[in-house]
Structure formats: C-alpha cells, structure tokens
C-alpha cells in the first residue's frame, strides 16, 4: 500500500533534505515552528518496524510529498485479536503495599498524572523535579522503583542512573526510563545505562501498569466495566454563559498544562454553574485537555 501526502508550502532546500527526521531538529529557521522535533524520526521508526519506508520529495517555493509504503496483505477473521476482557485498573489485588515509587520528571502534568496512577492504587509516592534531587531522595527514601525521565535538567537521567547504581543497595533498585523517543536505539541506550525497562511519553495506563506489574511483580484487580462513567459531554452552549474573563484564564491555564490553574479556574466555574464544573473536572481529571480547549475556542470564534 502507498500512502501520498502533499502540501503547497514553502518546500525543503536540498540540504535541509539531509537532515530531515533527525530526531531533535527543526527546520524552521524563524523558529516558529514549536515542538520537540520528534514526530517525523517517531514516524519513520514506527514505519519500519512494520517494514515500510517513508520518502520526501521537494522544491522550494512549491512544497512537499511526503511517500508511505507498507507491505500489506488480506486479514482473516481468526487473525484479528480479540479485546481483553479486563476492565481498568481499580487497585492492588494483593490490597495495600509497601512499594515505593519515585518519580524524577520535570514537568508538573507528568508529575501530577504518574503520581495519580500509583497513589490511586496504594502505592507511595515522592517526587524529584531533576536528577539531582532524585539520587538524593533515592540515598534518604530508598524506593523500590524509579520512573526516570531521560530529558531533565540539571542532571539528565542517564546521569543519575548512573550515580544511583555505583551507591549502596543501588543495584537492586528498579528503574525504568520514560523517554519522548520510540526509537529502538535509544531504548537500548538506556537499557545498556543501567535501566531496567522503558516506557514511552505520552504515558499510557495500561502500559504504565503493566511495566509495574513486570518489575515489581504487582497483580491487580480490576473494575466492572459496567461500572464505568457515562460518556462526557461538553459543547460551546454549555461555556458561552461563562465571564469572558473567566473563559480566557481557562484557556490560558490549559495550554500552559498549569494544573493548580486549571483547578482554580474549574472551581470558578462551579460556582457559576455546578454541573458544568462537574463535567470539566472530570475532563480535566482525565487530562482530556485537548476536548476542553476544542470547545472553549468554538465560543470565541461566534462572538
């Protein structure tokens, strides 16, 4: 199968060609262009391991075709996997434990929504904002598994992997890489630094639980699906009777990823109205942040 992609920007020059896909590089000389340069270096990865190749023609001033070919064949009906029947993750199924997590990430989302998915399931819990304060909170706490971020500052992870493993009880300490990257070099990078798995951004769940459950040994019990919260509805009627003012922070706040913010502004927006609070709380609890902003910036374009 061949998958064609074009568009009538401003093109490629034949020497930026060269670099294209390195991961970490943007081409936007203006430096307009925001993002970690990975998108293109994640899709070729991903595109390989399936067996294909992706290829870019390009002229300046005319635009680009971006080529995806993939070896494909017929599925049968006994080839498709049938869905597990196991709902979400609702606790521990050996009950309360004694496991410590540490976390060593930079970012205040990613803080938030990993500290989320241990505690919620009885696990303590620290927080490192750099690699620095997590090899000194691994010599006073001693955890049991660290979710180490590759890219912070001050110390890199790769650095306080490193560190931790030349301390005392450091090599029997789990830790597991969270990286941006997919790339299967990087991920034997970081395998080859002294890590004992990785796992990739943006987190998922299921993944993040199933790496827990593969080196801690964890078992869990799981919800009914039956259980679960109706779907969520959220549409610009519902917002355009909010302040102006209070629309704006809103917005502001979840493009900033500013969780207290966010919360500050929700609670606002209880006491305007209680059930629409209701509904972006969850929304936000959920970090489904992106549905929120699709809706919010639907009541400024009818104004």
């Not at 750099?130 to 912070?152: A, S, T, Y």
């Not at 998922?204 to 801690?216: K, P, S």
């Not at 500050?264 to 929120?292: H, M, W």
């Amino acid at each position: 199968m061949v998958i064609e992609i074009e568009d009538s920007g401003p093109g490629i020059s034949p020497e930026n060609l060269k670099r294209l896909g390195e991961p970490f590089v943007q081409l936007d000389e203006d430096g307009k262009q925001k993002g970690a340069g990975l998108g293109l270096a994640i899709s070729r990865e991903l595109i390989a391991l399936m067996g294909g190749s992706i290829d870019v023609e390009s002229t300046l001033g005319k635009g680009s075709v971006f080529r995806v070919e993939l070896p494909m064949e017929p599925a049968q009906a006994g080839d498709v996997p049938r869905p597990a029947m196991q709902g979400k993750v609702a606790g521990l199924a050996t009950g309360p434990s004694r496991f410590r997590i540490l976390i060593a990430e930079d970012q205040p989302d990613n803080q938030l929504l990993l500290s989320r998915l241990m505690t919620n399931i009885g696990l303590e819990v620290k927080v490192a904002a750099d690699g620095e304060q997590c090899v000194q909170l691994f010599k006073d706490w001693r955890p049991d598994l660290i979710w180490m971020d590759r890219r912070m500052p001050v110390m890199d992870g790769k650095e306080a992997t490193s560190r931790i493993r030349r301390l005392p009880e450091g090599q029997t300490v789990k830790i597991v890489a969270v990286t941006a990257s997919a790339s299967c070099e990087q991920r034997q990078e970081m395998l080859a630094a002294g890590m004992d798995d990785c796992v990739s951004k943006p987190y998922r769940c299921e993944e993040i639980y199933d790496c827990l459950a593969r080196q801690l040994g964890t078992a869990y019990r799981y919800a009914e699906t039956a259980e679960e919260a109706p779907p969520i509805v959220l549409d610009p009627s519902m917002l355009t009777v909010l302040p102006v003012a209070l629309r704006v922070n809103l917005r502001d706040a979840l493009i900033k990823l500013d969780s207290k913010q966010i919360k500050a502004a929700v609670q606002k927006v209880s006491e305007c109205d209680a059930d629409l609070g209701c509904t972006l709380s969850r929304l936000a609890e959920n970090f489904d942040y992106p549905a929120i902003l699709n809706v919010l910036d639907q009541t400024f374009s009818r104004q």
